[in-house]
């Protein structure tokens, strides 16, 4: 029987080169209470650069796919090639509908993808389900499964 | 805090019949009216209150957030919630930069989150105590139906879907409850539905009440879901609950319905955690219903209340 769910706290790492969009998510993160620790970066290479140097790894990923220099599959592609970083969870931040870019996220090894709509309660409720779900996989210690892994 | 006082400074009358009684039913004892950016400031500068609702969009020149502006200069520390008819990324961004304690777009039901907020920042002195509202339970009913497990709680998502004709659903788990995305009767829409944790007792009993432990048996015009959304989400709600999911999301496409999460996987013989993803075809949701009911009559052999009305044939 499930009740209530009671949230693992996430390290996430927000990689987001739209302000309004980091207020909106960092924002909507807050309101779901818990103790969520957001890191935000602007841009793909600030991304590589602070997951190079720190430390503490990220429990998730969110990853914006259109980014000036390198873009969200970059990323994506690196983390995925690299065995220190290869298990970390990302989900991709997409604002276009095409499923083009939703199959090639998932190719290159992504674990979901939100949509970016226009509606703020949208958003909020995707990313709201989205650490659930990875609250709940953390609290049962599961490692996403990356197509490097299957190679 | 005794009952807050609570200003609204609607868009129109219509919108402030639905905020008052919204907030009226969670509660609040005192509801005053102003109308546009200049009545607001004349009525903070005469009486008090504990909240305002502001809307964005306002009669005469000045918006909400302008009219936000002036409030603070009288009121900084005033919550306010601004609802907006419009759903832009643009006006919660301005809102939130404005500093309203929430920002709730108009979708269906928006005047209960509002009165939701309020009743939080009522309580918000005595947190960590959490208010129940009274309940009216059935007699003879089953405890094992009235639980809020996921067979229960989606039964009675499924219901309200069935009953107010919605189709080409998606639910989403979210703190608290479940957001769903569906498009209503005669509509190309989608429109947002919430469903809140503490409803699901009283919606739960309701269901119980008027159909006990029964089984659809009437045809339903989806080819995927033959007998609806309310045994459909029954019997996936089951299976839920044998694999202790968690996080869960269903989501209806053409002639597919994709259920996903985290639970309990047998792989081999090994039961671990992990995520969880079902597809069923409209054959498989055939075979998932008989399932699901055979297994629900062998744990509670008892007599169903209500209008129970046999094993699921398929139409």
């Not at chain 1, 909507?28 to 650069?49: F, K, M, P, Q, S």
């Not at chain 2, 005053?32 to 903070?44: F, K, N, P, Y």
């Not at chain 2, 998502?157 to 209503?184: C, H, K, Q, T, W």
Request: glycine share 8%.
């Amino acid at each position: 029987m499930s009740m209530a769910i009671s949230q693992t706290s996430l390290r996430v790492l927000l990689v987001e080169d739209n302000p309004d969009h980091v207020l909106l998510i960092r924002r909507a993160i807050r309101d779901l209470g818990g103790e969520h620790n957001v890191d935000t970066v602007n841009d793909g290479e600030h991304a590589i650069t602070h997951l190079e140097t720190t430390d503490l790894f990220p429990d998730l990923i969110l990853l914006d796919i259109n980014m000036p220099g390198y873009s969200g599959f970059d990323v994506l592609a690196w983390l995925r090639d690299s065995p220190r970083h290869k298990h970390i969870p990302v989900v991709m931040l997409t604002s276009s509908e095409a499923g083009s870019d939703v199959a090639r996220a998932y190719e290159l090894g992504a674990s979901g993808y939100i949509p970016k709509p226009s509606h703020y309660q949208d958003l909020r409720a995707l990313l709201n389900n989205t650490m659930l779900y990875w609250s709940a996989m953390r609290r049962h210690n599961v490692v996403p499964v990356t197509e490097a892994d299957n190679e | 805090m005794s009952s807050p006082v609570v200003l609204v400074v609607p868009e129109n009358g219509r919108q402030f019949g639905l905020l008052s009684k919204a907030l009226r039913g969670a509660g609040v004892g005192e509801v005053h009216q102003a109308e546009g950016a200049a009545d607001t400031i004349r009525w903070l500068g005469l009486y008090h209150c504990d909240a305002c609702i502001l809307s964005y969009e306002l009669p005469g020149k000045r918006n909400g957030i302008e009219t936000l502006f002036d409030i603070r200069n009288h009121r900084p520390d005033l919550p306010v919630i601004m609802v907006s008819r419009s759903n832009s990324e643009k006006v919660a961004v301005e809102a939130f930069h404005a500093g309203v304690l929430d920002y709730v777009p108009a979708s269906r039901g928006y005047e209960h989150a509002v009165a939701g907020l309020i009743k939080q920042i009522e309580a918000a002195p005595a947190a960590g105590q959490d208010v129940v509202p009274a309940q009216i339970v059935p007699p003879n009913v089953d405890e094992h139906l009235l639980r809020p497990t996921y067979q229960n709680r989606l039964r009675v998502i499924g219901r309200n879907l069935d009953l107010y004709g919605y189709r080409r659903v998606n639910i989403l788990e979210v703190d608290g409850g479940f957001i769903v995305r569906a498009s209503p009767q005669n509509s190309r829409g989608v429109e947002t539905l919430e469903f809140v944790g503490k409803q699901f007792a009283q919606l739960i009993a309701n269901a119980t009440q008027s159909r006990g432990d029964g089984e659809r048996a009437f045809s339903h015009p989806t080819g995927l879901l033959p007998t609806g959304y309310e045994d459909f989400l029954r019997a996936v709600g089951y299976l839920l609950d044998q694999h202790a999911a968690e996080a869960i999301t269903v989501s209806e496409l053409e002639e597919l319905a994709v259920v996903g999460g985290v639970g309990r996987v047998d792989e081999t013989g090994v039961s671990r955690y992990g995520p969880i993803q079902w597809l069923f075809r409209s054959d498989d949701v055939a075979v998932l219903l008989d399932r699901a009911y055979k297994q629900r009559r062998e744990a509670a052999p008892r007599q169903p209340v209500g209008g129970g009305k046999g094993l699921f044939r398929r139409l």
